[in-house]
């Protein structure tokens, strides 16, 4: 195997050139905007459950582990032979020739991941804890970007609108009636919370510790690599869910569940009066290096996870230089993407390869990729995802 990763490095020129990964869901309806073949959403088999999740440079598998399915999440390379490996037996055969120096010595590895999620149905109202109550259950905090993507939301789904925090007046005996009844009633609890309509084209930040109720618009998320929730939330457009879902976060060991979900809770920020001028994000366009050629922030001001959308104009070449390893992948139009032949999806089989998705190493991110949009009439475009050494605040000299 470490032959095979070695070469295919080298062919590829820093570039992998990754296997679709797809997350079958057994709860919510499926939003149908992945481009896969209508008879392919139960591709895993009705027991797995609907896929609706498409995942990105995934070197982390799903807490909930498939049985069927132990490696599912984690994320394949294609070697030129047909053969494949993992992402993560990349990171640890390379090392910071892949990832770079920074992210090999604080983590050994890539430490974020991106997905696509799509449901038709709104998702419940949860939070992902921080990091001391996460590692008492062997994970992460999990802060997370969202991002709507136009190209990909040819419909909103049944409630465009995401829920965060809490509305200045709950308190907190308010939220805990809610837990407490949660196997016993629909708590209603999004009745505590404040909706915001959410638009192709923009997104938002979610700090660990932050109730949201993420609406139907197919969404885009860089987020840390862990996957950890408390779901407060009961009853969602109809659909009952178990008290397990609201323990989730709680170790065996713990007794009173009720007030560690209470302490695990980030009230300050669910009650920040201004929570859109601080969370919510904007694209913010970077200077022009090159003048067929356009790029967005649309994920910043963390201190964990960027994303970047770029366009390349018709029968442009460009050359996209990066400080830093990144996951791609494109969502409009065709061309060229370094040595690979590159092109957005318009529909696949699960289980099929396609040429969309892309992992670039630190080093040629910085030498810069060379892109070829040979499309006379369709921009290029292309999502990128970084971690925490490409961090960037566009309001301030950071």
């Not at 990964?21 to 939003?31: D, E, L, T, V, W």
């Not at 209470?262 to 009650?271: P, V």
């Amino acid at each position: 195997m470490r032959k095979i990763i070695h070469n295919t490095f080298e062919s590829g020129n820093g570039i992998f050139r990754m296997i679709p990964n797809f997350i079958p869901i057994k709860f919510g309806m499926p939003g149908r905007r992945l481009k896969i073949h209508p008879n392919d959403y139960y591709a895993f088999g009705l027991k797995a459950g609907t896929i609706m999740e498409r995942w990105l440079c995934s070197v982390n598998g799903t807490r909930v582990k498939n049985p069927d399915n132990p490696s599912q999440g984690i994320s394949y390379v294609l070697a030129e032979d047909g053969e494949k490996f993992t992402l993560k037996e990349a990171i640890v055969e390379l090392g910071e020739e892949l990832i770079g120096e920074e992210l090999q010595k604080k983590y050994g590895t890539f430490p974020v991941f991106s997905k696509f999620f799509d449901y038709e149905t709104p998702l419940y109202f949860h939070f992902h804890p921080k990091t001391e109550i996460a590692a008492r259950v062997g994970c992460e905090a999990k802060p997370e970007c969202y991002y709507f993507p136009p190209q990909l939301n040819n419909y909103k789904g049944k409630r465009a609108s995401t829920y965060f925090g809490f509305n200045l007046g709950v308190t907190k005996e308010d939220v805990r009636r809610c837990i407490e009844n949660f196997s016993d009633c629909d708590t209603k609890i999004t009745n505590l919370s404040r909706a915001y309509d959410i638009e192709a084209g923009a997104g938002w930040y979610v700090p660990a510790g932050v109730l949201h109720a993420p609406g139907s618009l197919l969404t885009y998320e860089p987020q840390w690599g862990t996957d950890l929730n408390c779901v407060l939330e009961n009853v969602v457009s109809g659909e009952i869910f178990d008290e397990k879902y609201l323990y989730d976060i709680c170790p065996p060991e713990e007794e009173n569940k009720v007030d560690y979900i209470m302490n695990a809770i980030d009230w300050d920020k669910n009650h920040d009066e201004n929570f859109k001028e601080h969370y919510f994000r904007p694209p913010v366009e970077l200077p022009k290096t090159q003048a067929r050629l356009t790029e967005k922030w649309i994920c910043y001001g963390n201190d964990y996870i960027t994303a970047k959308e770029v366009t390349v104009m018709p029968d442009a070449k460009v050359v996209l230089k990066d400080a830093a390893a990144y996951g791609c992948i494109l969502i409009q139009g065709f061309g060229t993407f370094g040595s690979f032949d590159a092109e957005s999806v318009n529909m696949m089989r699960v289980g099929e390869q396609t040429a969309d998705e892309y992992f670039v190493c630190k080093k040629r991110a910085e030498k810069g990729v060379e892109i070829h949009n040979r499309s006379k009439t369709e921009p290029m475009v292309i999502l990128q995802h970084f971690g925490p050494d490409n961090i960037v605040y566009p309001d301030k000299k950071r």
